[in-house]
């Protein structure tokens, strides 16, 4: 089933961003992990309304820290958005899981590129990230 859904408003819980004194601009590629979490919350009232909250956080992988990215970021926002008409809670869930939550990280992708774009490492965009991938990890460990 298709559920129409639109983005009502968005936003910023809280946002870190440290900057990396060993970031080598010289090297080929730079790496890190980036660590993701999405929760879905219906409204108690109508139906017809969610509340998507994602945390992101971008951290040195373990004894590769000299290739780590520009900067430490851990974000975690918060978008609402309502379907045009009652979806099944499935549906909705899969449906805010996958475009709600990518819709909302590139909000946050772009909060965090206009912060860094006046710090020290200059500006950085948060790596890409598969939300269908997400999606079915998350959906194999409820």
Known sequence: MKCA????????ENIAVAWNETFDRNLDA??????????ISPHAKDVRNYRVT???QVKPTAKKEKEFFPYMVAIKGRAFFTFQEAC???DADHTLRLNGASILYGLLR???AQITAQSVNGQFLLPTVNFLELAETQRKTR
Do not use: K, R
């Open 5 to 12: 859904f639109q983005l009502n408003s968005y936003q910023i």
């Open 30 to 39: 730079h790496t890190g992990d980036i660590a993701t979490s999405i929760s």
């Open 54 to 56: 994602l945390e992101v």
């Open 88 to 90: 099944p809670t499935e």
């Open 110 to 112: 772009a909060q965090v």
